[in-house]
C-alpha cells in the first residue's frame, strides 16, 4: 500500500526558514508530478510548488523567490525549501504525488497526511 509520509513542519519566527519532506513507501511505479498544496484558516486549499519528472518547476506567485521545490528521484521524495517565512505563511501544508500501483496500472493522485507550519510575528 503507497503511504506519503511528511515531516519538517514546526514553529518558527519570521524571516526563518523550514524544509519539508515527503516520502512515498510501499509500491509505486511511474511517478511524474509532484507538488505541495497548503490551506491556512479560513482559506481555500492552495497549490503551493509543482516539480514535472523532468524537473520543471511551477510556484504560486506568493512564494516565488522564496520557496523551492525539489525532488530524489532515487528515494521517492520531495521537498520544499522555505526561506523567508511570513506569518501568511502559516497553513497546513500537503503534498500530493502522482504514480500508480502497478507499472501497467493507471496514474492515481496520493496525497499526505498534512503538516502544520506556523510562523509567528
Known amino acids: 500500500q503507497v503511504q506519503l509520509v511528511e515531516s519538517g513542519g514546526g514553529l518558527v519566527q519570521a524571516g526563518g526558514s523550514l524544509r519539508l519532506s515527503c516520502a512515498a513507501s510501499?509500491?509505486?511505479?511511474?511517478?511524474?508530478?509532484m507538488g505541495w498544496y497548503r490551506q491556512a484558516p479560513g482559506k481555500q486549499r492552495e497549490l503551493v510548488a509543482t516539480?514535472?519528472?523532468?524537473?520543471?518547476?511551477n510556484y504560486a506567485d506568493s512564494v516565488k523567490g522564496r520557496f523551492t521545490i525539489s525532488r530524489d528521484n532515487a528515494k521517492n521524495t520531495v521537498y520544499l525549501q522555505m526561506n523567508s517565512l511570513k506569518p501568511e505563511d502559516t497553513a497546513v501544508y500537503y503534498c500530493?504525488?502522482?504514480?500508480?500501483?502497478?507499472?501497467?496500472?493507471?496514474?492515481?493522485?496520493?496525497w499526505g497526511q498534512g503538516t502544520q507550519v506556523t510562523v509567528s510575528s
Open positions: 510501499g509500491s509505486i511505479f511511474n511517478i511524474n508530478t
Open positions: 516539480i514535472t519528472s523532468g524537473g520543471s518547476t
Open positions: 500530493k504525488i502522482e504514480g500508480s500501483p502497478s507499472s501497467w496500472f493507471r496514474k492515481y493522485d496520493y
